[in-house]
């Protein structure tokens, strides 16, 4: 007996799809799937006498590009739309370009839509995400039926691609479907109508209506399409893998792989109390204990920013290096003594807001953009000459200080400051701007600094559009809940299906009389927070703590964060934030015949067991299972665990990691 699961891996009839779809809408270069409206004029891909031509080139083995340019005769703007069909897996990626290369402005262009288009399938169901928003019920996934005539539509708040809304979808057709991700950092707009063939999306930045005037030039969203045959979980381990294979950054060539973050300062504001003193000395307080970080975390306050009462906020940004009363001698002394024990300083930024009497704010005012009422000011990447000091500066700061990763923040909603800096024939052109010089300035950071990453944080995880994910990692993908099991457990759920690589904390909330960050070593909040990072939230100060424990707790934390990251990804539970109920998952990675199974039973769980029926089981073979907590060790037949699966016990509280493997096939009696 042998249970029936659908590979992940890529085969012909997934390809089939893409390609079919591919053939609809860029065979031909008035097939394009976009469109927008040029002096009242809705224009459709590329129009016959705008003159089109199309170049192809293969980018690598698996990556082909096609390139559509055309010029409109009357008003001489050029479009631009690159296709990125990828031949490994049915994934496609298109952006459009509009320019204005001669000498006269354009008329205006509006309702620029990047996807305006219909992906065909029976009885469409929608999955869809209200993003992250400093909220218990942020990351939550919604599945809506699209019957024709009904429409959905979603935006952001203020600017921020993941605020309020998520920019992934999921389309599940009766047996097989789509996946849609908008790679745009700030105010994009989608809507999904369902219609008799299908469902038809317009996607786009939200508010287009400018002019271009000679030399300028903007962009649509980046669209990515990947088809699949099966159900949803077969469509989410595709994107798994085509994310790991394509998208997650690679530092020096190779992708990333998990890390264990550490960090520790004095009384203070974030790290308004950090110095280079301090910063030595808890390295190697952890390290005398047994832990030895991959990433040596400093996070907000390490740069001169005292208010007008002479005390350190971590707030008042706008002043970039590191505080000569703190260090001195810049971070470098901390960051190699954080490489003599092979971590990496991460350092954070936040650089597109600017505070009153800061540096830049006194410096460099014809640089930002300022809105009534609000006293921060935005540093204007759209402006070429702040984008390229800014880049300057940090490349400075990363070579002149040793940081092996740069953590950018953004922590005030900028569609505001766009939007009220705009005239009425220039609306959508700011955001825009920033939006290129923003990714512009990161492009230029990785290339100019061989080996450095990024981690992308925004008041936690509300720009987190494919398009930043292309060159950074989410490690602060909320700023809520940091020690709630039930809730950041949730969102783990949400997380795991499209991002894999974050951050994770061991923190527990629920012990009685422990405050939010003062705790004990805790087994418990160690299997609440297995990620591809973990934090490991522990003060550098105090030496009473359970240390023989932690580092029991991060050895099997490293064990399974390569799965975590890696593995096709099964869920073994609904999905709830409830303290009544089991949490359970499992990461299989086929083509190396092992995985594991995850099961966290909450405080007030009543059942003492929970029985999992794991993926990806061959029953004509033999799985060896080992619990490295408790030393325990099973030996299933394949044929038992798709019969009647594989048995958990907890105590309330408690969590399990089951690593397993095929270690032969059964021999018939």
């Not at 766009?418 to 024939?425: L, Q």
Request: aromatic fraction near 12%; hydrophobic fraction near 40%.
């Amino acid at each position: 007996m042998s249970a029936t699961v659908t590979s992940a891996k890529t085969c012909f009839t997934d390809l089939q799809a893409a390609r079919a779809w591919r053939d609809r809408h860029f065979a031909a270069a008035a097939d394009l799937p976009i469109s927008f409206v040029l002096d009242g004029r809705t224009i459709r891909g590329v129009p016959a006498d705008w003159n089109p031509i199309v170049t192809r080139r293969r980018i690598d083995a698996n990556i082909m590009e096609s390139v559509y340019v055309g010029t409109d005769p009357g008003s001489g703007l050029k479009l631009r739309v690159e296709l990125t069909e990828y031949q490994d897996y049915p994934a496609l990626e298109w952006v459009a370009w509009l320019s204005n290369d001669g000498s006269v402005t354009t008329p205006i262009v509006s309702d620029i839509q990047a996807m305006d288009a219909t992906i065909s399938g029976v009885a469409p169901v929608l999955w869809h995400c209200n993003g992250d928003y400093y909220s218990v019920d942020g990351y939550t996934p919604t599945e809506t039926p699209l019957l024709p005539g009904d429409a959905l539509r979603f935006a952001p708040n203020g600017g921020r691609a993941c605020d309020g809304a998520f920019p992934y979808y999921r389309i599940a057709f009766q047996g097989a479907g789509a996946t849609l991700a908008i790679g745009w950092p700030a105010q994009w707009a989608a809507r999904f109508e369902g219609r008799a063939e299908g469902v038809h999306v317009t996607a786009g930045q939200e508010a287009t209506h400018l002019r271009l005037e000679p030399g300028v030039c903007i962009r649509t969203p980046r669209m990515t399409l990947l088809f699949w045959t099966g159900d949803s979980t077969r469509g989410i381990n595709m994107w798994r893998r085509w994310y790991l294979a394509h998208v997650l950054p690679r530092p020096n060539g190779q992708p990333l792989t998990p890390k264990l973050a550490l960090a520790s300062t004095d009384e203070g504001e974030e790290f308004t109390a950090a110095t280079e003193e301090n910063q030595v000395r808890f390295i190697d307080r952890f390290v005398e204990r047994g832990l030895r970080p991959d990433v040596w975390w400093i996070d907000a306050g390490w740069y001169p920013c005292r208010d007008e009462q002479g005390e350190r906020r971590w707030w008042r940004t706008g002043s970039w290096e590191p505080d000569p009363e703190r260090f001195p001698n810049g971070l470098k002394p901390v960051s190699d003594h954080a490489a003599g024990y092979g971590a990496e300083l991460l350092l954070w930024f936040e650089p597109e807001r600017v505070r009153p009497d800061t540096r830049l704010d006194r410096e460099r005012p014809e640089w930002l953009l300022r809105k009534k009422g609000d006293d921060n000011a935005l540093l204007f990447l759209g402006n070429p000459a702040c984008r390229q000091w800014l880049t300057d500066h940090v490349c400075a700061l990363v070579a002149g200080n040793g940081i092996g990763v740069y953590r950018q923040d953004h922590n005030f909603e900028p569609l505001g400051f766009w939007r009220s800096n705009e005239a009425e024939d220039r609306q959508g052109l700011n955001e825009n701007l920033h939006v290129q010089g923003y990714l512009r300035f990161w492009d230029d950071l990785l290339a100019r600094n061989p080996g450095l990453w990024i981690d992308s944080c925004s008041s936690g995880g509300r720009r987190n559009d494919l398009e930043t994910m292309r060159r950074s990692v989410p490690l602060h993908y909320t700023d809520y809940g940091y020690g709630d099991h039930p809730v950041k457990l949730a969102f783990h759920r949400t997380l795991f299906e499209w991002i894999p690589y974050f951050k994770e904390f061991s923190l527990s909330w629920d012990l009685a009389g422990v405050a939010r960050f003062d705790h004990a070593v805790d087994s418990y909040s160690f299997h609440c927070g297995v990620a591809a990072m973990l934090f490991a939230s522990l003060d550098g100060r105090r030496a009473d703590y359970d240390f023989a424990l932690a580092v029991e707790m991060i050895a099997l934390w490293r064990r399974a964060a390569c799965l975590v990251l890696n593995g096709d990804y099964y869920e073994h539970s609904p999905y709830h934030k409830s303290t009544h109920e089991w949490v359970a998952w499992q990461f299989d990675a086929p083509e190396a015949g092992n995985g594991l199974l995850q099961a966290i039973r909450m405080p007030a769980a009543e059942a003492a067991t929970l029985t999992l029926h794991p993926a990806g089981i061959d029953g004509a073979a033999v799985y060896q299972f080992d619990n490295p907590e408790t030393g325990e060790s099973r030996e299933v037949a394949g044929a038992e665990l798709v019969a009647t699966g594989f048995t958990i016990a907890l105590e309330p509280r408690s969590g399990a990691i089951w690593f397993y493997e095929k270690c032969r096939e059964r021999v018939s009696e």
